[in-house]
């Protein structure tokens, strides 16, 4: 699975801004995931920035009074000379295909556009002008995990992700846990349904949990509890991440974990053989490593490599001595 944060968009877009074109004046998003991207190319660029609906409508641009934009003489988009359409990602170029139609049937168009995405797969490099990065299916993205038919084939946690932490004073396994579960802040509510939920919370507590997954339009297929008698029991077994692993193990159509917080995640992925998803953190665990393991293991080797040629060199220095 190929999974890119936030942060990955802004770090590939910030590192491939010379591909843009010196002279485009004026960017132009694809909403919504588009807008993301497209801002993110926009403030680093200094350029003007609108819709796709406002391009094809040619409403005023808007803009802060803290800096002046590169080309301050863009005021409408029928200004600009060259116009950059940017989504965040492509698969199979229809979404594309769609919008360069509707800006081919504009009347009047004088102006250069270029068309750009973020992501690729493979089979959509020639769709547009420009990309950053080709990334293959299975793949997600952080801006719309929560938000995609797939999580059908997901287990998804619930405090930490679809609503807050209880606080050490909440967690009491009385009045102020049952005051917590009735009345805790959602975080994140799924456009579609989730196929598992699975939280360490104990099995006494189903009632009042599906009560407030109702009250907050939260949809899914099951929800596995942890059937222990009491939170300190839950405590003194140490098994948040055990548990969630063997669900996650034995259910063979689902294919990501998204967990809360880094440490079980890691376990969740090492035990069960399949990704996690740290949502705290926005990092994917594969069942053998974490992306940020892999990077300090690769450190180690290097600075290892480094120690072996020294040794090497100061051996021929020494002979030849």
């Known amino acids: 699975m190929n999974y890119r944060s936030i942060e990955d968009l802004s770090h590939i877009i910030r590192n491939n801004l010379y591909k843009i074109p010196k002279d485009v004046d004026l960017i132009v998003g694809?909403?919504?995931?588009?807008?993301?991207?497209?801002?993110?190319?926009?403030?680093?660029?200094?350029?003007?920035?609108?819709?796709l609906p406002g391009y094809l409508n040619n409403t005023s641009l808007m803009y802060g009074r803290t800096r002046q934009c590169r080309y301050g003489e863009v005021n409408n988009p029928s200004d600009a000379k060259k116009v950059l359409i940017v989504d965040?990602?492509?698969?199979?170029?229809?979404?594309?295909?769609?919008?360069?139609?509707?800006?081919?049937s504009l009347d009047g168009k004088v102006c250069e556009v270029i068309y750009c995405a973020i992501y690729t797969s493979p089979d959509a490099t020639k769709k547009i002008d420009i990309f950053f990065e080709v990334v293959k299916h299975p793949r997600s993205f952080e801006w719309n995990v929560m938000h995609r038919p797939h999580l059908s084939r997901c287990c998804v946690d619930i405090d930490g992700v679809l609503c807050v932490d209880p606080t050490d004073e909440q967690n009491d396994d009385g009045e102020a846990y049952l005051e917590?579960?009735?009345?805790?802040?959602?975080?994140?509510?799924?456009?579609?349904?989730?196929?598992?939920?699975?939280?360490?919370?104990?099995?006494?507590?189903?009632?009042?949990?599906?009560?407030?997954?109702?009250?907050?339009?939260?949809?899914?297929?099951?929800?596995?509890?942890?059937?222990?008698?009491?939170?300190?029991?839950?405590?003194?077994?140490?098994?948040?991440?055990?548990?969630?692993?063997s669900v996650f193990r034995k259910l063979h159509d689902t294919e990501l974990f998204i967990e809360s917080d880094f440490q079980q995640a890691r376990k969740i992925a090492t035990s069960s053989g399949k990704y996690a998803l740290s949502f705290g953190t926005q990092e994917l665990c594969g069942p053998d490593f974490s992306y940020a393991l892999v990077e300090r293991k690769s450190a180690v080797i290097k600075l290892r490599i480094i120690r072996k040629i020294r040794r090497v060199i100061n051996g021929v220095i020494k002979n030849d001595g």
């Not at 991207?37 to 680093?44: F, G, V």
């Not at 596995?224 to 008698?229: A, K, N, R, S, V």
């Open 88 to 104: 965040d990602s492509v698969y199979s170029g229809a979404s594309i295909t769609e919008v360069k139609q509707k800006i081919d």
């Open 30 to 51: 694809v909403p919504r995931s588009g807008m993301l991207a497209a801002n993110i190319l926009a403030m680093n660029l200094n350029l003007q920035i609108c819709d």
């Open 180 to 245: 917590f579960l009735e009345n805790a802040q959602p975080l994140v509510i799924p456009s579609c349904r989730v196929g598992h939920l699975v939280t360490s919370r104990l099995e006494k507590y189903r009632e009042e949990t599906e009560k407030w997954l109702s009250a907050n339009g939260v949809e899914y297929e099951f929800l596995h509890m942890l059937d222990l008698p009491s939170a300190a029991a839950r405590r003194r077994l140490g098994c948040h991440a055990s548990f969630k692993a």
